[in-house]
């Protein structure tokens, strides 16, 4: 949830629409906890002992955590609030965005926010980013814990009542970020510094039933209006009825007044509809009007406030402005060049190998074969780092890129590794090499949308002795670990199409040829020259009788060459 009173839509027109290409190479924090939340919704199970239930599902947690520590991943655990962990990591640098439904997460200092990604999806994502909320709303992150104060939070849900989502917004827009938190959070006790000037702090003054002072455009009802002394010499002015200018219509009528501009300067202009007088008297007045508008609103939102007891909550104001949700020292690394990011060291594959054919009985040739896509993807991030290793899991070698494939709409390159051995026992799947130079130039689509499928593993080929594994890889990684054979991949695909066309255009230029030499003979071919007729004619024999032929076998002589024929084709055929 985060914040209530439909938060998400008043941030949906700062919103970003990003696609996929947005997350690649890039570090991402996930919240499970709305995923596990929709599995939960969806099962709508019944649970007779839910004791048992809770002791599966922490061992689960406590395997899962094993098996991503296996992959060399690192597993941090939150104190609270996972988007609080998700929204620090983010904002201390080690990732780059968040993915979470909760809005509460720009409260604990997120600077990028992805609200929900749909796996194997094209449609475009909400990308939300700070910078653009404050741009676009003038809110800041206090100004945002303020709202949530006023319109509810998972940890007061009901918030100040009567206050609605476009009442907070207009209401915290008329503090400054300092104002609307740290002078309420000094008042508590909780800042240890002191303020130096004598203003009183805000929210926390409206809690006790004061009025609070609005600094900044908006101004105290006492400031904006006129004393008394000038209040009483303010005399109103009469205007005109028929141009609506200071003055007497008696006067106007004589002469123009300087406000309008004719052309013989005989009469004023008839004021139009909707017509404003500019003038310094009813300038003053609007003035005046919009003070008492704005006078009268305040103190309505400050009465139910004041009726708040404990407002504003100095422990969830605690909560959202607290920068340490977790302890994490020795989990990320930080690199002088690039900042704080996460260390993403290499998987144990053996271990993995044990472990998960320990506990979901795989078969270990399976569990390596659904491993190497990302021990295939590790290696060519190294190499395109680090030149130093050489083989992809100390067996595999980079050969050559294939073909490209088309998956979800995006491009990738089919990538053949090559194991040299003298004798192999069995293969799974074996492509003699013309087919191989024919897959070469064509573009593969998988748009399969099941996403119960067991997803697809590296498929395995024989070829000339050698034991080939065909894995799709991302397009800038493979150019980037290996340029020269990207290069003569596309040389090679260059050549093969400048044939093809060649061979096309040879093949057009002689079909324009026939045609040409058929328009040349100047002569208009009838209707069976374009429709062959394809009646089967009964050959009578010396002295047989038509009479003798059986029905049934002339009308199988009729109907067997035209059954596999369309009506249309077959009733065209009867004119001949």
């Not at 609200?115 to 653009?132: A, G, L, T």
């Not at 000038?230 to 009469?238: L, N, T």
């Not at 104001?317 to 930080?334: A, P, Q, R």
Request: proline share 5%; glycine share 6%.
């Amino acid at each position: 949830m985060g914040v209530g009173g439909h938060f998400w839509d008043l941030l949906k027109p700062n919103a970003r629409h990003e696609g996929p290409d947005f997350l690649r190479n890039k570090r991402i924090a996930v919240d499970l906890s709305f995923w596990i939340v929709q599995h939960e919704t969806a099962i709508k199970t019944y649970v007779r002992k839910p004791h048992l239930r809770i002791t599966f599902f922490r061992t689960i947690n406590l395997y899962s955590k094993e098996l991503l520590e296996l992959f060399g991943m690192p597993v941090v655990k939150a104190k609270g609030e996972a988007e609080a962990l998700c929204a620090q990591l983010n904002s201390e640098g080690y990732v780059d965005a968040c993915i979470t439904a909760d809005s509460d997460a720009f409260l604990f200092g997120a600077k990028c926010v992805i609200k929900s990604v749909r796996p194997n999806s094209k449609e475009p994502f909400e990308c939300y980013h700070m910078s653009d909320i404050e741009a676009g709303l003038g809110l800041k992150r206090k100004h945002l814990v303020g709202i949530s104060l006023l319109v509810g939070n998972d940890h007061d849900l009901k918030g100040v009542p009567g206050i609605g989502l476009d009442t907070a917004l207009r209401f915290v827009q008329n503090f400054t970020e300092d104002e609307i938190l740290d002078r309420m959070l000094y008042c508590a006790g909780i800042v240890p510094y002191k303020i130096e000037d004598d203003t009183p702090c805000r929210l926390h003054e409206i809690g006790n039933g004061d009025t609070p002072l609005f600094q900044g455009g908006i101004k105290s009802l006492d400031d904006c209006t006129p004393g008394s002394d000038e209040s009483s010499q303010k005399i109103r002015c009469s205007h005109c009825s028929f141009c609506g200018h200071p003055g007497s219509k008696r006067a106007h009528f004589k002469s123009s007044c300087q406000y309008c501009t004719t052309s013989n300067g005989e009469r004023c202009v008839k004021k139009a509809d909707g017509f404003r007088c500019d003038c310094s008297a009813c300038d003053m007045g609007r003035k005046e009007k919009e003070q008492k508008k704005q006078e009268n609103w305040r103190t309505k939102v400050c009465s139910k406030i004041a009726m708040e007891s404990n407002f504003p909550n100095a422990e969830i104001i605690e909560m959202y402005l607290c920068d340490n949700h977790s302890c994490f020292s020795g989990t990320f690394v930080y690199i002088p060049t690039d900042g704080p990011c996460i260390s993403w060291g290499s998987p144990k594959t053996e271990m993995l190998v044990d472990f998960l054919a320990c506990h979901k009985l795989w078969e270990p040739s399976y569990i390596r074969r659904m491993i190497l896509p990302m021990l295939s993807t590790i290696f060519l991030r190294e190499m395109a780092t680090n030149r130093g290793k050489t083989l992809l899991y100390g067996q595999y070698e980079f050969d050559s890129v294939l073909r490209v494939k088309i998956r979800n709409g995006r491009q990738f390159y089919v990538v053949k590794w090559r194991k040299a051995v003298t004798a192999l026992s069995r293969a799974m799947c074996t492509i003699p090499s013309r087919e191989l130079d024919m897959q070469q130039d064509v573009v593969e689509f998988d748009e399969s949308p099941d996403l119960l499928e067991e997803p697809d593993g590296p498929k395995i080929h024989v070829d000339e002795g050698s034991c080939y594994l065909v894995t799709d890889e991302n397009m800038d990684l493979v150019r980037a670990a290996y340029p020269e054979k990207v290069e003569r991949f596309l040389h090679e695909k260059e050549l093969k199409e400048s044939k093809r066309r060649k061979s096309s255009s040879l093949r057009s230029e002689g079909t324009r040829e026939t045609s040409k030499s058929t328009e040349s003979r100047g002569v208009q071919l009838s209707i069976t020259e374009f429709f062959r007729s394809s009646k089967v004619q009964v050959v009578v024999k010396p002295g047989e009788d038509l009479t003798q032929i059986p029905d049934g076998q002339s009308k199988e002589k009729r109907e067997r060459p035209t059954q596999n024929l369309s009506k249309s084709v077959r009733r065209r055929l009867l004119f001949d």
